[in-house]
């Protein structure tokens, strides 16, 4: 639901990839509102997410909750590299919003392709600082097109092929996500990469 300290994850994706970027498996769901939370209008008008909608087709967050933080935390136990963009406040909105529905919620160590980019895409900001590029401006820099939209799904996918793009263009600049880390002997069938997006209500869109 924005921003501050008490906003809210309302739609959550999280894709997993195989090393060659097939995908395994996606969760894409709208999550309903926490009490006392509101749809921000600014952010409504960038992605289209209305408190009808979050009425209508919104999960109840609890189970929800438990089962991402239970895929996260099996992923990052078995040294899959989890990607995600502008990573400190994704992890921050879904740490919040644990807290807001009761669940527990452990912090999970994410590799951040905002920060990654940053000395690559070579944006600078008004005041002709660099500006941390969003999730559309590295799709545009890595592969001179802009993305077909703004659905979260679509921007797990974009983080996942960030990640694995810059492991072959940047590789010193990626070796804390590349490390060649491999699933356990025994669980051939896990994948090798995953990539979460959050959407929160006042979430200046990407």
């Given at each position: 639901s924005g921003v501050s300290r008490r906003d809210v994850v309302i739609q959550c994706a999280v894709g997993l990839y195989d090393e060659?970027?097939?995908?395994?498996?996606?969760?894409?769901?709208?999550w309903q509102l926490a009490p006392g939370v509101e749809v921000n209008p600014r952010a409504q008008e960038v992605h289209h997410i209305t408190p009808e909608?979050?009425?209508?087709?919104?999960?109840?967050?609890?189970?929800?909750?438990?089962?991402?933080?239970?895929?996260?935390?099996?992923?990052e136990a078995r040294n899959v590299p989890i990607v995600a963009h502008n990573a400190s406040f994704d992890a921050r909105l879904l740490s919040q919003t644990a807290a807001a529905w009761g669940v527990p919620w452990n912090d999970t160590s994410f590799f951040c392709t905002m920060k990654a980019a940053l000395p690559h895409v070579g944006l600078l900001n008004k005041?002709?600082?660099?500006?941390?590029?969003?999730n559309a401006e590295c799709y545009r820099f890595l592969f001179d097109r802009d993305p077909d939209n703004i659905d979260r799904a679509h921007d797990a996918l974009m983080c996942a092929t960030h990640a694995r793009t810059r492991a072959h263009v940047y590789p010193l600049s990626f070796s804390s996500a590349r490390a060649t880390q491999r699933c356990?002997?025994?669980?051939?069938?896990?994948?090798?990469?995953?990539?979460?997006?959050?959407?929160?209500?006042?979430?200046?869109?990407?």
């Open positions: 060659h970027g097939t995908e395994l498996s996606h969760y894409a769901e709208y909608t979050l009425e209508t087709r919104g999960l109840e967050p609890t189970r929800e909750i438990a089962a991402v933080a239970k895929l996260l935390a099996g992923l005041s002709g600082r660099p500006k941390m590029p969003s356990d002997d025994h669980e051939p069938h896990l994948p090798r990469w995953a990539s979460a997006s959050v959407v929160v209500t006042r979430f200046p869109f990407f």
